[in-house]
Structures are given as structure tokens and as C-alpha cells.
DNA sequence: GATGAATGAGACTTCATTCAT
DNA sequence: GATGAATGAAGTCTCATTCAT
């Protein structure tokens, strides 16, 4: 019977959540222990100071997208199309299942390159995603377009994830990860409006209220 | 005949600079005057306080995109293939000619939904975008259809611009834009290692140090 | 008509004042701050932090010295004896006419070796003290010698400071100063039980209530 | 047959050692149980905060002395002279044989008047210092003088420790306790460049790097 | 219009202390 | 007896903002 999470997890639950969905600066250290019915001191004996909350929470990020994300990719009794599906189908379920915000685009926005132990942390995230999709996609297209068609992948998402912040549609971000699929599985397609259908979109790009 | 320019831009000029590249809560009124050789007393003068000048350079950023880049699309004299080449010239020349960082989606991801000024006008900006490129496109593809690859043009784009944050290389970027000019001109392809090509790629993300 | 002394060197009097007598760690911002009619955070306009204050409060110290006791050792028109007897006349009344407490023995076994900025400005303290005695001193002394009695006379002139913190006993810094003077005026004598007087002493080590 | 340290032996050690060198405020409590291997709530089964460590510390460092140094002075099988060197000798040794701070000195001016507690035992460690000295120089100066020989004789040492905080030069120490020795002895002699010898001095002050 | 002193709220952080386990 | 989580007060410092000059 496991213990309930520990509650330097809980820090980072808590944290996670709010540095994603208000920033690293607007989130006060006071905010994030509150958030796990802490008082702000507390904090502190878990970890040496924001930064470090902020570096632990990266780093979950990155052990939870290589475990339940990126993992899928590397999986031999699946065949590559069905993997990169999989792989696309966690990713979409991953940014869609919230009201919007991505910590690693936000914090590698927000500190720029004023805390390099966050970019390093950032850059780690992104390599694991291209080295994901690479490996899927290498037989297709070969190492070097593999490579490429990754990053452009990737930056795809990023940014249908970063428009959904400010549109609420995730439309756009599963086309992105519909098309990423279809490279390797030409039925697949993200088209909404594809030939002959010319479905009605009478307000074509969704705004929240 | 330029006019001069007053202190009000400067200020704008200033801050724009330094919340892109160092975002809004990072970077101090007390900063943006010294760079622009005032004294932090004196930004009150011209705004009502931080969020004023921010207001105010995202409406630069707004209109200077407007009449610089987007309007590039509306040219009724030019074919659209070539209107969409000069636009995606303007946004790859835009985005590239810094070291990175883009107001817009900067101020999107760090403040998210807690300041509505600041939404609206982020959102604006994307529709402008949007627009512009859906102009072009919907000769071509329909608007239903044309909107979604507008999105989805914008989406990569802004992600490219994103990487480029960690990553500091260009070519994501200028794949996106060779890629979304190739929606109207076949012959424009953004593969490196396109067919018969294959490239070598020793290093296939490039990292900064 | 000079205007009135600007608050930069309010805010160095009061924590003069207050880091010599409560010690440095024990005086907060606030208190320095509210000692000079501010609050604590308009102090920082005039310094970068505390330790700032603490050096500017160790240089005017080493400035007052410097003019109004040291100096005093350094005048051409007077013989040596009575140069001496100034400089020892200033430094008893700069010493006694307070509760005690010296900001320079202080500082220097409070921070220790923590921080060098403060240590330096000590040893340039005790510098000027050395320089002062010895100018006087080596016409009779030679250098060499008259550089060590300078050094006896100020640690034991600062032993006395030390020790009327405790005792609030003013005399044994009377004594150390008249046995200064004594090395070029043979006249001059510190004992109070000298010879024939022996006066009584009922209680030797006159404590403070 | 030496007892057992016990934990509360061991957790004064580890304080005094750490006030003496880095002050009463500097020093917490977490710091004090590290370096005996305990960690700090555990602390508090020996004490009742860290006001009664450092009394304890200081009452320490009273025994101590008493014991080691001060006793020294009051052994009746031995001459005046010897008992006087002896004592001069254990003093020199003591505050030579470290990097410098003196815990009583250090306490007396860091906390002034602030801690009675504190207060009440250094007054009580100068005068053991003192009655120890007296004892030594009555039978020669009488009890008045011999008081007044002993006040200054403490002092010219404690000022001698402090200076050497700045300087790292033991030699006025030792030149401290040499001319103490001389009241007895006149054979003792603390000058270096006394007549005749007249050594080099290339660096009158030495300065610690 | 410009200044710069002053503010006061709030940020991060430290730390002596308590206490349930 | 020992632990280590939790506390809460206090400390240093930042900064958007105001305002008299």
C-alpha cells in the first residue's frame, strides 16, 4: 500500500499547475504553498528556493513525457504508423486536457536566457519529443528529413498550443497532430474542410468569450 | 517626411525591446525609462503605468505588422503565389532578425487570461494574421479550408519562432515559411533533405552553446 | 547658507548609531530606516542593501578620523609631545563620550572574514590610527620601533573600548591614553595608585549597575 | 579517566567554535547540530533555544579558564614571576592558536546590552581574568595598583586579539604578553627592535593576504 | 515636462522554535 | 532520544506608483 504521494510531490503538483497556467513571475512562492496547504516557509525544506521549485517541476515534465508521451514512440511490437498514431493521440490528449498553457514554452518565453538551468531543461524536452518522432519517422524518410519533419512537428504543436491560450480552439491542434500522423499513414487526414465537404464554418476562427 | 519622434514612442520603442526579450514582469518601468534615457517618474508623464505601455506596444506591434506585413497580402496589383511569398518573406525576416522572442506570444503564455487588455489585443494580432493569409488562400482553397491552413501556417510559425527561443536556429522557421509559400506555388519546398538530396546532417538540431 | 545635511547622510548617522551600538546583524533596514523618519524601502534608494549602508557608515568613519583625530598628528607647527597628547586627547574623547561600542572592533569581530569589502575598510582604519601614532613617534623611536608601539597603543586603547562595554568603566581607556602620551612626555603618568598616592580602591573593577 | 563526551558536550563544542568565528547571528542553529551531527530539532532536547546554547558556551569557555589559565596565577608552590609567565604564556597560546576571534570580545560588542544573560558571564570571565592578575602583581605594585596594572594589561591583550582578526599578526599579542611578564621580570622584554638589535622591518604592519 | 524622493505592498528567503511521530 | 515537517515572524530587497518641487 504506497504512502500517499510525498508532499515535496504535492509542492510540485501544485506548482506545475500554476506556473502553467500564470506564469513563473506572477506565481508567488506564497500561491504555491498555499496550494498545497502549506504556509510560504514551508516550502523551503524542500526546496532551496523558487528556481528549484521551477527546475523540479521541469524536470517532472520531462521524466512524465518520456515515460507516458515519448515512450510510445519506442516501442518495437508496434509498427510505426500505429506508433507515431499513438504518439500524436498522447500528445494532443496531453495539451488539449487543460485550459491551455505549456510550461516549457512558457518559461523558455518568459526567462528567455536569464536562468540557464531552465533552458537546458527546456532544450532537454524538445530533444526527447524530435528524438521520439525521429525514430519513428527514420525508416520513412531517413535520418535527415526524419529530423526535420520532427522539429516541424513539434513547432507546429507548440504553437497550436500557444494560439490556444489566446483562442480556446483546439482545433488547430488536432489538425497538427492529425497531419503528423499522416506521414506515415496517407488515410489520415486533418482537413475539416477537405474536398467536396466545404463544411459550414460560420465563425471561422473560434473565440472564447 | 518622418516625423520625430516623441518621447511617448521612445518609450514604446524601449519597452517593446525589453519585454520581448526579457518579458513583461522581468523587465522594470525603472529599466524601460533608463533605456530611453528618462527617469522612471517621467514614463508617468506619457502612461498610466506598466500595463499602459505594454497596452501600447502591442498596439505598435499590431499596427506596424499590419501596415509592414500583413498588408503585403492585400496587394490587388501582385498574383497571390508571389503575395504569399512576400508575405512569409516579411514574417521569416521579422521573427529571424532578432535573437529571438516574439511579443505576442511572450505576453500570451506570462500573463495567460489575467490581463484582458492584453488578450484582446494578442488576439487581434492573430486575427490579423489570419486574415491576411486567409485572403490570399481562399482563392485557391475556399475560405472554410483556407482559414484552417491559415491557423495552421500561423500555429507553425509561431512555434518555429518558440524554438528558435531554445534552439536558436533559424531554419524551423524558414522551413514554416517555405512551406506555407509552397500552398500556391509547387515548385517552393522547404525539405533540406528533400528526394535525391539527402544531405548529410551531423548535427540535425542544431544547438546554441 | 549650506542646505541641510542631505538624507543620504541621515541615513548613514543612524545606522552609525545603531551598528555600533546593537551590532550589525542585530540592526534591521527598518530600524535604520525608521530611525531617520523613512520607511524601509526608501532607503534603498540611496543605497543597493545593507552592506552598502555599513560601508558608507565604516567610510565616513574612517573620513572623520582621518580630519578630526589622525590629522591631529600630522601638524608641522607643534612638537611632537603635544601632537601626541592631541592625538591621544581626541581619541579618548571620541571613545568615551558615548556608552561605548566601536563600530570598527565591532564590525571586525562581528562579520569576521564574511566580508572582505568590510575588513578592508577596518585594516585601512587601523592604518591611518598606526600611521598617525608613528609619524609622531619615530623621531624618538626610530620606525621600526615606533611602529610597534604605535600598534600596542591601539589595541590597547581598543581593548579599553571593549572592555567599557562591559564595565561602562571609562578609566582604563583614560589610562591607556595617558601611557601614550607618556612615551615622548616623561611627566605624564597613568597611575592613578602610583606612588605615595595609593589611594583606595574599595571596589578595584567598578562595575555597571 | 576522561568521561564521555556527551551530546550536549559536543553540540557547545560545535557553537562555540562556530560564534567565535562567524559570530552569535551569523550562526544558526541548523548549523551548530550539522556540525555535531545532529539535525536541528534535536537540538532543542539539550536547550532551551540558542540563547542558552551560547550561555552555555560562554560558561564553558569560563570554566575552561578558570581551570587552564586563570588557575595558573594561584599556585602557591611557585614564584610570582614564573606564575606570571605562565599565566602569559597560557594566554598568548590561547588566542594565538586559532585563526582569530575571541567569543567573549565578539559576544560583548555584537550584542552589546541586549542579552543580560550574555552581559553578566563575559563580565564575569574579565574578572577572573583580572583577580587572577591581581593576585599575581599585588605583592609587588599592592592591590590598588596591581587592579589598575591588571585592567590594562587585559586590555592591551583583548585589543591584541582583535587586531589580529584584521591583521592575522600575532606579534602584538605577543608583545602584549611579553611586557605583562615584564612587570615582574625586567629581564622580559617584548621589543623587537629594542636597542642594539634594531631588526629590519620591511613591513612594519603586517597585513594578512 | 521632468525630477527624484518617498511610499507601501509584496516578493523571496531565513530561521528559531514547536511538536507529532 | 531523535526526527523532520511545519510554522510564523522577521529580514532583505524590489518595484509600480505618487507627488511636491
Known amino acids: 500500500m504506497p504512502t500517499r504521494k510525498t508532499d515535496r510531490d504535492a509542492v510540485i503538483d501544485a506548482a506545475l499547475e500554476l506556473f502553467r497556467t500564470r506564469g513563473y513571475h506572477h506565481t508567488s512562492v506564497a500561491e504555491i504553498a498555499a496550494a498545497c496547504g502549506l504556509l510560504k516557509g514551508s516550502v523551503y525544506h524542500y526546496f532551496a528556493g523558487k528556481q528549484d521549485i521551477a527546475a523540479a517541476a ?3 515534465v520531462i521524466a512524465d513525457s518520456r515515460q507516458k508521451i515519448f515512450g510510445l514512440a519506442g516501442d518495437p511490437a508496434v509498427p510505426p504508423p500505429q506508433r507515431l498514431r499513438n504518439l500524436a493521440d498522447a500528445v494532443e ?3 488539449a486536457g487543460r485550459d ?6 512558457s518559461l523558455a518565453l518568459e526567462v528567455g536566457d536569464s536562468i540557464p538551468e531552465f533552458r537546458a531543461r527546456v532544450q532537454r524536452y524538445f530533444d526527447d519529443w524530435k528524438a521520439a518522432l525521429t ?16 522539429e516541424d512537428a513539434i513547432a507546429r504543436a507548440q504553437g497550436a498550443v500557444l494560439l490556444m491560450e489566446v483562442t480556446k480552439d483546439p482545433a488547430v491542434l488536432r489538425r497538427a497532430c492529425r497531419d503528423t ?4 499513414d496517407p488515410n489520415e487526414t486533418s482537413a475539416a474542410g477537405s ?4 463544411r459550414e464554418h460560420p465563425e471561422p476562427w473560434k473565440h472564447a468569450s
Chains 1, 2, 3, 4 share one sequence.
Open 195 to 198: 474536398p467536396g465537404a466545404a
Open 93 to 95: 490528449r496531453y495539451f
Open 135 to 150: 525514430a519513428v519517422l527514420e525508416g520513412r524518410y531517413g535520418a535527415a528529413r526524419a529530423g526535420e519533419l520532427a
Open 58 to 60: 521541469l524536470d517532472r
Open 181 to 184: 500522423v499522416a506521414l506515415l
Open 100 to 105: 491551455g498553457g505549456c510550461l516549457m514554452g
